[in-house]
């Protein structure tokens, strides 16, 4: 009977002062978020780009310059004799071989073409292309960039400015060509320079502009640094060069022996 009073105690929404409390959850057990999953999320995100930041220029170059050597390969090979060509008598190609040939081929051509006998075969040569009306155009042209490209007292391409074009307040980049001679300089009445002007993200394409000096401006930034930073579409800026500050030392106010008296 003592038992059946107890539970109709409990059921009447009395507590029994000798039964124990309901124990409440601990915050502990609720659910929570797990945060070194979003740990481990971000550090496997960051490992793969850095992979990607440390292979893909690597790829890309080799991937380059192996194109590049194909196609010597494919081009230069194709021309010599199957009797005299090596990748006859192997199993596989030389990777290389054209590029190897073509390097001998003008050094044999340069060496020959210094002599004197040469230098004739060269005149006679010129001769006949200067008969062609329309290939001596072509063929004078591209001797004359080769020329200026090549040489070894050429200042082409040695400078970066930045110019306003193509309209006021808009600046560009420009590659400083040279001084510009002719009747381009007569007509104008002063002294201009060719600035080429190359184009995002081929800098091969772009304008040829004609400018004073007075309309550039020149910074320190290279040529290498201005091309990288045209290809990349503005992504790759190259920092600002720190002037060196002047040696106290070679200062007349700091230093007292190089005051006169």
């Not at 057990?29 to 490992?47: D, I």
């Not at 040695?158 to 590659?175: A, N, Q």
Request: hydrophobic share 45%.
């Amino acid at each position: 009977m003592v038992a059946v009073r107890s539970m109709n105690c409990h059921d009447d929404g009395m507590t029994d002062p000798a039964s124990p409390s309901p124990v409440s959850p601990l915050p502990d057990s609720q659910p929570m978020t797990v945060p070194w999953r979003r740990s481990l999320a971000a550090r496997l995100r960051n490992y793969f780009l850095a992979g990607v930041l440390l292979t893909a220029p690597i790829s890309i170059t080799v991937y380059a310059a192996w194109l590049v050597v194909d196609y010597v390969d494919s081009a230069v090979t194709g021309m010599i004799p199957a009797a005299y060509n090596p990748n006859t008598y192997l199993p596989f190609a030389i990777p290389g071989l054209g590029i190897v040939v073509l390097v001998v081929t003008l050094t044999v051509v340069g060496f020959v073409t210094t002599n004197f006998l040469g230098r004739i075969m060269v005149r006679l040569g010129e001769g006949a292309v200067a008969r062609m009306p329309f290939v001596r155009g072509i063929y004078s042209a591209v001797k004359q960039i080769f020329e200026t490209l090549l040489s070894d007292k050429t200042t082409s391409y040695s400078e970066v400015v930045l110019i306003e074009f193509p309209r006021k307040d808009m600046w560009t980049l420009g590659l400083v060509i040279g001084k510009t001679y002719g009747e381009i300089e007569e007509k104008a009445g002063a002294e201009l320079f060719n600035v080429y002007v190359p184009t995002t993200p081929n800098p091969t394409s772009g304008y040829l502009v004609f400018l004073p000096r007075r309309d550039m401006i020149s910074i320190e930034m290279t040529v290498e640094e201005c091309l990288k930073l045209l290809v990349s579409g503005g992504i790759v800026v190259p920092a600002a060069k720190a002037k060196a500050a002047p040696d106290p030392r070679l200062t007349r106010a700091s230093n007292p022996r190089l005051t006169r008296p």
